[in-house]
């Protein structure tokens, strides 16, 4: 099976960029990075790293300065750089809408997804305000990330042979589009696990020879599901 890891959170550009090698060594095939950066040099050091592995996706969480890259970029940040294999997420509330203080931008960040009470693990076992000594559940771009990053990887699961920018676009292409989230994302919307993940099932099918008929049949797709993956086939 193919692996999702989190990049822990080290204090070197070095240890980053040898946080990524280690992790992808060791099989992962979907790379979280849900940390900030200090400079031009530490961003530098980890887009080497993301060009070292190309066939590998990773996943950014945007950042929570509530900047706009489009009228205000800066290269001190992944989220000021694009990669094929890159992507990042914006953090939106429960209801579907921007947190107020999430970075966005539709030239830099391509989609958004929950970030309230979604649970990510955490090392700060000794903050009682930050989580249980296991996950964290504030509600930043840092937890938006993973949980694209838990979509991603199942899509990589049910059809091996998409690659990042593939998985990328059908991210952005599945988003469940928001009048909030137009002039903040390059999706217009936040991520639909639902839909993605049966678009990546009945690409694989397809590539398996199904026909159309038999693909919805053996996903069980109905109602708007159905007929998003039949426009896909």
């Keep these: 099976t193919d692996r999702l890891s989190v990049v822990p959170a080290v204090q070197s550009q070095a240890g980053v960029a040898e946080a990524i090698d280690y ?122 990330a993973p949980n694209v990053a838990n979509t991603i990887a199942k899509m990589k699961l049910l059809a091996p042979s998409l690659q990042p920018e593939q998985m990328r676009q059908m991210i952005m292409d599945t988003a469940h589009p928001e009048s909030a989230w137009a002039d903040k994302v390059t999706s217009g919307g936040r991520v639909d696990h639902e839909r993605a993940l049966s678009w990546a099932a009945a690409t694989e099918l397809q590539r398996q020879g199904l026909s159309e008929r038999k693909i919805i049949r053996q996903l069980g797709l109905e109602g708007s599901v159905a007929d998003f993956v039949r426009s896909k086939l």
């Design 23 to 144: 992790v992808v060594q060791r099989g992962a095939s979907v790379v979280n990075i849900s940390q900030g950066f200090m400079n031009e040099a530490e961003v530098k050091a980890v887009l080497k790293a993301m060009d070292r592995h190309p066939d590998v996706t990773f996943v950014h969480a945007a950042g929570n300065g509530a900047r706009n890259y489009d009228t205000d970029p800066t290269k001190d940040d992944i989220t000021g750089h694009q990669r094929p294999n890159l992507i990042h997420v914006a953090s939106a509330d429960l209801t579907g809408k921007p947190l107020p203080n999430t970075t966005h931008g539709p030239s830099a960040v391509h989609v958004a997804a929950q970030a309230k009470f979604f649970a990510a693990t955490t090392s700060d076992v000794a903050n009682p305000d930050t989580g249980n000594g296991l996950y964290v559940f504030a509600g930043q771009t840092s937890q938006a």
